[in-house]
Structure formats: C-alpha cells, structure tokens
C-alpha cells in the first residue's frame, strides 16, 4: 500500500466531487503532507477527530472552482526518484511545489533549496 499516493487521491476525489471536506488516516507522513498543504495555501484548515484528519477543502468564486487543480505522485514505491542538492527543481516557475522526503523530514522544494539537502521527490502540486 502506498500512504502517500492514497492522501493525494482522496484529496483529488474530494475536489473533483466538490466535497467541502475530506476524513483521511490518521498517520504520521499524511499529518505532515497536510501541514505544507495548509502553510502553502492550498487547503482551508484541517483538524484531528477521532484518529482522523478532517481536512477542510478550499474552492474560489461562486463555481466553487478548486485552487489544487493538480496532484501528482512521482516517485513510487516501484521506481523512487532521488535529487540531490543542486539538481531540486522548480515547478510552473515557482507557482507550484514539489514534496521531497528529507533527512530534515518531509518539506518543500523551496525549503530544501534554502537548507541545501536533497531527497527523494514524493509528489507535486499546483
């Protein structure tokens, strides 16, 4: 089972329905993906209930159009994708952001140029 690929599919899911929120696993790795979706602004907020993350979607205009319009898993538990300091890209000229699996835990691609470290490159979105 791949954690990671199953947080982001919910979260498609529940932008794609126009779900106002969405109850994911209460696990460490998707706590912290959730914490750089919330500081990055891409969700509304998000709380803990009952060994749950209820993460609060967040939409623009009256269509309701959602701002995450893109959430992709590039490494994958059959083929990890690694970067090394100098090669972390950026995504849309920095309109996006890439979520890599550090030494520092998992952080943004920013962060990790600003740290200087590499990892391996778990997903993008924009």
């Known amino acids: 089972m791949d954690l990671i690929s199953n947080v982001l599919t919910y979260i498609r899911n529940g932008n794609l329905s126009k779900n106002k929120s969405v109850k994911l696993p209460y696990l460490k790795t998707s706590l912290q993906l959730i914490k750089i979706l919330k ?3 891409f969700i509304d907020y998000f709380f803990i209930e009952n060994k749950k993350i209820i993460v609060i979607l967040k939409y623009l205009g009256r269509q ?3 701002i995450l319009t893109n959430l992709k898993r ?3 538990p059959g083929r990890r994708i690694y970067v090394n300091s100098k090669e972390v890209p950026q995504l849309l000229g920095g ?3 890439l979520i890599l ?3 520092k835990g998992i ?3 920013k962060q990790a140029k600003n740290l200087k470290i590499g990892g391996e490159l778990l997903c993008s979105i924009w």
């Open 39 to 41: 500081t990055e602004g």
């Open 64 to 66: 309701q159009k959602p």
């Open 74 to 76: 590039i490494s994958k």
């Open 95 to 97: 309109l996006g952001i």
């Open 101 to 103: 699996s550090t030494s």
């Open 107 to 109: 952080i943004t691609n």
